[in-house]
Nanobody, 124 residues
Framework: QVQLVESGGGLVQAGGSLRLSCAASGRTVSTYAMGWFRQTPGKERDVVAAISWSGGSTYYADSVKGRFTISRDNAKNTVYLQMNYLKPEDTAVYYC?????????????????WGQGTPVTVSS
């Protein structure tokens, strides 16, 4: 059974950077599409970025385009989210997700595997 573990969250000032990691264990996720989602209290879990199994295709929410970069290292079974120029509105719990289909989708319900989440707080 695949387990996803996120790390790298924390407190950062506006304008700063963080790099989130999502390490998969139990089996390879090299054929899985992966996504990063975020959620704030009382709101739905929204897609931030997604990447195809090969890394050849990526998707970004409009709110993070030009600031965030998703990447993957299939040899390390790990997906990353580099977050630059962070804003207070980026504050949320960030979740890593995987789906067995290799193509990008941006709907949370299409992802069958989820990590426990890592909190990101951006102070103004």
């Amino acid at each position: 059974q695949v387990q996803l573990v996120e790390s790298g969250g924390g407190l950062v000032q506006a304008g700063g950077s963080l790099r989130l990691s999502c390490a998969a264990s139990g089996r390879t996720v090299s054929t899985y599409a992966m996504g990063w989602f975020r959620q704030t209290p009382g709101k739905e879990r929204d897609v931030v970025a997604a990447i195809s199994w090969s890394g050849g295709s990526t998707y970004y929410a409009d709110s993070v385009k030009g600031r965030f970069t998703i990447s993957r290292d299939n040899a390390k079974n790990t997906v990353y989210l580099q977050m630059n120029y962070l804003k207070p509105e980026d504050t949320a719990v960030y979740y890593c997700a995987a789906r067995t289909g290799g193509a990008i989708v941006v709907v949370a319900s299409e992802y069958g595997l989820w990590g426990q989440g890592t909190p990101v707080t951006v102070s103004s």
